[in-house]
């Protein structure tokens, strides 16, 4: 679970999962800030964080060492449809067959599951 708090700068929260914590903020018509990530930046880095974890681990599975992994994700949101769009780069470059199949187990990333189910949204019991 995670916790949100808002903090006293405007836009500015500080989130808690267990014992790590940061910062999200915005800016919007000139308030708020860059104290850290937007909240959409955060859905992001979880599907870029958990496909690079993936592709690790898949490089392992594979007995393949020394590779440097590296996802980007964009996401564009519109009326119809939120598209997350990503990058895979693996340093050094791998072959095709290697590299395919990099690309298959990080499309079956947890989180990449998450997210490509539909979602439902139920506020708890009030306290």
């Known amino acids: 679970m995670v916790e949100a708090s808002a903090l006293p700068t ?6 808690r999962a267990g014992p790590n914590s940061g910062t999200a903020d915005t800016l919007k018509n000139g308030v708020g800030g860059h104290a850290g990530p937007r909240p959409h930046e955060l859905l992001e880095a979880a599907l870029a964080s958990c496909m690079t974890i993936t592709a690790r681990m898949a490089l392992e599975r594979m007995g393949v060492s020394g590779v440097e992994v590296n996802v980007e994700v964009e996401l564009e949101r519109t009326e119809e449809a939120s598209t997350f769009r990503y990058r895979l780069t693996l340093d050094p470059p791998q072959d095709d067959a290697r590299y395919d199949e990099v690309v298959a187990s990080i499309e079956r990333s947890p989180v ?14 009030r306290r």
Not at 10 to 15: C, D
Request: aromatic fraction near 16%; glycine fraction near 0%.
């Open 112 to 125: 990449r599951r998450t997210l490509s189910k539909p979602l439902l949204f139920e506020p708890a019991t």
């Open 10 to 15: 405007p836009y500015q929260v500080r989130f």
